[in-house]
């Protein structure tokens, strides 16, 4: 080896070589000081016979034979050994009956488009011509690279916390801001020494009074999270929590608790420099509020919850590695994009009811997958429907138009024996399993590239939200004209019974006669029916809204969906106003106890505005909202015994 080094040349060397080169070889430049006497050999060893090129050739073919060979051997043995790891270790089955070709060949395209690698490298036309709400909205792609280096300043913070004693942590945010937080709080258990933390994201007077009387200033960290900084519902609770603040603590002390999470340049990074919040951690801007999970507005409060950030990101990186282009992950598969070719392809051929059978250890993360997906998909006339917490039936009772996922925790067999008597059935069935609660991590971003990858399919922006505005105008518009007259707009009664009003267009004068008949507007095999409960939100209600829901799906056979308002506003709410228009609306209004004021500032004592006026306002405006896009709503405004008026709703059916 001596004898061959120079510039701009290449020596391959077996690994024993190697070794004994570097223990007795000499590094320096030897080829071109003997370049000149080359010829002369060459010429002499022509005379014997020996012919360079020949010779060269003939090696090189020997060489070539002996490694293709040895490549071939050591192929085989690596595929026999991963057949050995993965057997009965895949995490993932599709068995997608009579979709299986058409979702392969959507595979297959998205393949051929490159879409992953087009994603990677940012290319906006992957949906649109035009960049604008694409191109600022990608910076999801890389926080399982960079929040890794974000760790030590998160921990950094938690550590504060628990020295100083604090006993709970109370986030207030909506929507992506607030559902991988309550899903850390509610899914991994609480660990010795680490705060409590819960989650305000209702408006509803009772709700609010409920969680700020249970958790005091004195012993509690309140965190803002909010991207634009000017969410109506987030910089709300703001203002009252501080005004906790200042009347407990004084003006001094009252910033030492509060904490925002927000993006750079946002009205809640001044708020809180101008009133000295303890700590304000600045997002990457270029993530959208519902996949930013993996960013600092899930992983501080991960993290103060006690969960091993560091083995979330971990597992995140090693599922984001699969769909890097040009990479084939060990498992054979880039999961991400399988999911999303189904949900893409399926959703076209109106297969568009994404139902969710969830280990009951992780319920709460059907919540996030429901916003990721809903508000991601379902626009300009399209979409794909997630069903999250629907009880699970026999397959009879289904329409065609469903596809269910079966995520679930190892060792979790409770779903299976139904889940396979849909597969059965020949409905499309897919099965994800996490090792344990920390592959969660990996979830999150599969979920995000899949839907990412369906709106491909789908011919869609999966970054914007055109309709979610709408519901946010009437709203406001409904505020601003209770300011002026002292009453909300849209608030009259079609008939009141037992003191609950009812507003519909469905003849009758009674809930036995006019609920069962709004039904008549259901399409067989393409509609749906969602519940929105603008409730406080409590065990009670939940189980009078799955009495509810189950009596609907059994009754009409149709997906269900339901979600608590405001907060399925920045969830489904997009797909309620955006999607082909097949959706029946029933809304429960519950009236409220004691109202609570919103400061028109923080510090300020009076509030032109209340939670109980802000939370009608917000069912009027999406009422209205939905009227206006010709869908069909039923609400009932309970008064007081919302659920025995919700029992009779059921009864009616």
């Known amino acids: 080896m001596d004898s061959l080094i120079g510039p701009d040349t290449i020596a391959c060397m077996l690994p024993d070589t190697l070794n004994r080169f570097l223990g007795q070889g000499t590094v320096e430049e030897t080829i071109f000081p003997c370049a000149g006497e080359a010829p002369a050999h060459l010429e002499e060893l022509g005379g ?80 649109k011509e035009n960049p604008a709400g694409i191109t600022d909205r990608l910076g999801w792609l890389d926080c399982p690279d960079n929040m890794p280096g974000k760790i030590g300043e998160i ?102 608790r509060m904490a925002a999470i927000t993006d750079p340049g946002s009205g809640l990074e001044d708020l809180a420099r101008t009133l000295r919040f303890r700590k304000i951690f600045l997002n990457d801007p270029h993530i959208g509020g519902r996949y930013s999970a993996l960013s600092f507005f ?29 990479n084939r992950p060990a498992v054979g598969e880039n999961t991400p994009a399988l999911l999303g070719a189904a949900m893409g392809e399926l959703g076209r051929q109106g297969v568009d009811k994404l139902t969710l059978v969830l280990s009951p250890a992780i319920l709460p993360f059907g919540a996030w997958i429901e916003q990721l997906v809903a508000e991601s998909l379902g626009k300009e006339g399209t979409g794909v429907l997630p069903v999250d917490g629907e009880p699970l039936l026999s397959p009879e009772e289904y329409t065609p138009d469903r596809f269910f996922v079966h995520v679930r925790l190892a060792g979790d067999k409770s779903r299976d024996k139904e889940v396979l008597a849909l597969e059965k059935a020949g409905f499309p069935v897919l099965r994800l399993r996490l090792e344990d609660l920390e592959d969660l991590g990996a979830e999150f971003f599969r979920w995000e590239m899949a839907t990412a990858l369906a709106a491909w399919r789908l011919k869609v922006n999966p970054f914007d939200q055109p309709n979610v505005e709408q519901a946010k105008v009437a709203a406001k518009a409904m505020m601003a004209a209770f300011l002026k007259e002292g009453r909300l707009q849209g608030d009259a009664s079609a008939f009141e019974e037992e003191g609950a009003g009812v507003l519909t267009d469905a003849p009758g004068d009674s809930v036995a006669e006019c609920f069962p008949a709004f039904f008549s507007h259901l399409v067989p095999g393409k509609g749906y029916v969602a519940i929105q409960a603008y409730a406080k939100p409590r065990p009670e209600m939940d189980q009078a809204l799955a009495a509810l829901r189950e009596k609907i799906l059994k009754r009409f056979h149709c997906a269900t969906t339901v979600g608590y308002g405001p907060r ?36 300020a004592q009076t509030g032109a505005l209340t939670y109980g006026i802000l939370v009608r306002a917000q069912a009027m405006g999406d009422r209205k909202a939905l009227l206006d896009g010709g869908r069909r709503v039923f609400t009932v405004q309970t008064g007081k015994n919302a659920l025995l008026t919700m029992d009779k709703m059921v009864r009616a059916l």
């Open 48 to 127: 014997i016979g020996i012919l360079l090129n020949t010779e060269g050739d003939r090696l090189r073919q020997e060489a070539l034979c002996h490694a293709e060979k040895a490549w071939r051997a050591e192929e085989e043995a690596v595929k026999k050994k991963m057949e050995r790891i993965i057997r009965g270790k895949r995490k993932y089955e599709a068995r997608l009956g009579a979709f299986e070709d058409a979702v392969a060949q959507a595979l297959g395209g998205m393949r051929e488009a490159d879409v992953p690698g087009r994603l990677h490298a940012r290319d906006h036309t992957v949906y």
């Open 568 to 603: 399925y506003l920045h969830s489904t709410g997009q797909l309620h106003k955006g999607d082909a228009g097949f959706g029946l609306f029933v809304q429960i209004v519950e009236e409220h106890g004691e109202d609570v004021f919103i400061p028109d500032g923080p510090g």
């Open 155 to 256: 921990l950094d913070f938690v550590e504060e916390l628990r020295t100083e004693g604090v006993a709970r942590v109370l986030l207030l945010g909506m929507g992506g801001s607030s559902l991988a937080p309550d899903l850390f709080a509610r899914v991994f258990p609480a660990r010795r020494g680490y705060p409590a933390l819960a989650v305000l994201d209702s408006t509803h007077p009772d709700a609010v009074l409920e969680l700020t009387r249970s958790h005091p200033p004195e012993d509690t960290v309140y965190i803002v999270s909010t991207k634009s900084g000017g969410t109506i519902e987030t910089l709300s609770f703001a203002k009252t929590c501080y005004n906790l603040c200042l009347q407990a603590l004084g003006p001094e002390k009252a910033g030492q």
């Open 298 to 326: 899930g992983m501080v409060p991960a993290a103060i919850a006690g969960v091993d950030i560091a083995k979330l990101l971990e597992r995140a990186r090693a599922m984001a590695a699969g769909t890097w282009p040009g």
